[in-house]
C-alpha cells in the first residue's frame, strides 16, 4: 500500500551498498574492517575544547546560513591565499556532502547530462538521478586517469556540469597537474560548469596537489573537515567559487540544513590551526602496506592519495569474491559495483590500524593464492 505514497525520485535510485557491508559488519564478531572511509584517527584536542567551550557558553543557536564567522573568515582566508583575494567567496555547510547536494540542486534542471567518471564516489549517481538529471559514465580503467578528449567527446548541447574528484573514492587515484589545466580550460572552452570534490586534498603521497581552479576561476570546489581533522561525524564542510553561484547554494541550504552544526564550527576554527602532518605521514606508510603486500597478488593501481586502493579480483565477480571474504574470514571490504558499471574490482580502505592492515592483506593474499 505504500507504494503509492512515495515518489517517483525514490525509486530512481538504491540504498547504498557501502551501508549493507556496515549493517553486516555490526553483526560480526571481530572484523577485519578494511570498509569504511573514515580516518582512524580522532580529532585534535584543541578543537575537541574548543567544541565543548562553544556548546558550555551557550553557542548552540543558530549561526548564520553561510556560517559562525569566525570560521568562515578563516576558510575565506585560505581560499584567498590560494585564489587571489575576492576571486572566490566561500560558504559553509553541512558536510562536504551537504555541499555536493545544495550545489546539484541549484545547478540541475531534469533531463540536463551531467559527466561522471566511471569508477565514481556512490552519492554522485544518486543525487543526479533524484534531481531528474541524466548521469553519463565515463570509463577510467585501467589505471583510472581520466582522459580529457574522452570528456570532449561526451559534451552534447544537453551537458550541464562535469563532478570531478582528484584524489578520488573509490580508487585513490591523483590527477596529474596536465589533466586538471585541461579539464578546466575543457570547462571553460564548452561554458560547461566543473565542480571539483577536493575532501581528500590533504591525502597527497606521492607530489603536490591541485586544484581545478588554479586554471579557471568559474570551477566550484566542495571541501571539509571530515578527512583531514578525524571528524566525519560533525558534518561540516564548505563550498567556494562564483559568488553568484555561492548565493544560490545558501538560498537552499536556509530551507532544507539551515546550517550547519553550530558547536562544531567552532571546534573546526580550533582544528584548521593544528598541523596532521604525523597522521598524513602514517597514511603515507599504510598506503605502502597495503600497496607493497598486494602488488604482487592482484593487478592494483598505486593509490596516490585518500585512503583507498581499489585492486581487481583475480576471478570471478567482485561480489562473489568479497561475500567469501567476509564468511570465510570476517574481511569486510566493499565490491566494485557499488561504484561502477563493472564488478572487476573491490574498494579497500587504509583508514585502519596497521594491525588491521597487515590481517587483511595476508588473507587477500591467501584469496590470491587460492583462486
Partial sequence: MYQKWLSERSRSFDASGIRKVFDLAAKLDHPINLSIGQPDFDAPEEAKEAAINAILSRKNGYTPTQGAAELRQKVQQRVDQDYGSG???????????????????????????IILFDPYFVMYEALVKMLGGIPIFIETYPDFQLDVNKVRDAITPKTKLILFNSPANPTGTVATEEICRDLALLAK???????????????????????????????????????????????????????????????????????????????????????????????????????????????????GGAFYAFPKVPTGDATEFITRAIQEHQLLAIPGNVFSSRNTHFRLSFAATDETIEKGVEILQKMAKNC
Fill in 189 to 303: 572552452e564548452k561554458n560547461i560548469a566543473l565542480i571539483s570534490d577536493e575532501i581528500y586534498r590533504f591525502f597527497c603521497y606521492d607530489g603536490e596537489f591541485t586544484s581545478p581552479a588554479k586554471y579557471n576561476s568559474d570551477v566550484i570546489v566542495l571541501d571539509g573537515f571530515s578527512k583531514c581533522y578525524g571528524i566525519p561525524g560533525w558534518r561540516i564542510g564548505f563550498a567556494h567559487g562564483p559568488s553568484a553561484i555561492m548565493q544560490q547554494i545558501l538560498k537552499f541550504q536556509q530551507y532544507s540544513f539551515v546550517c550547519a552544526p553550530s558547536a562544531l564550527q567552532y571546534g573546526s576554527v580550533a582544528a584548521m590551526d593544528t598541523s596532521m602532518d604525523t597522521q598524513f605521514q602514517a597514511y603515507r606508510r599504510k598506503r605502502n602496506l597495503i600497496y607493497e603486500g598486494l602488488k604482487d597478488y592482484y593487478e592494483i593501481a598505486k593509490p
Fill in 87 to 113: 576571486v572566490r567567496e566561500a560558504v559553509i555547510t553541512s558536510g562536504t556532502s551537504g555541499a555536493l547536494m545544495l550545489t546539484l540542486m541549484a545547478m540541475v534542471n531534469p533531463g540536463d547530462e
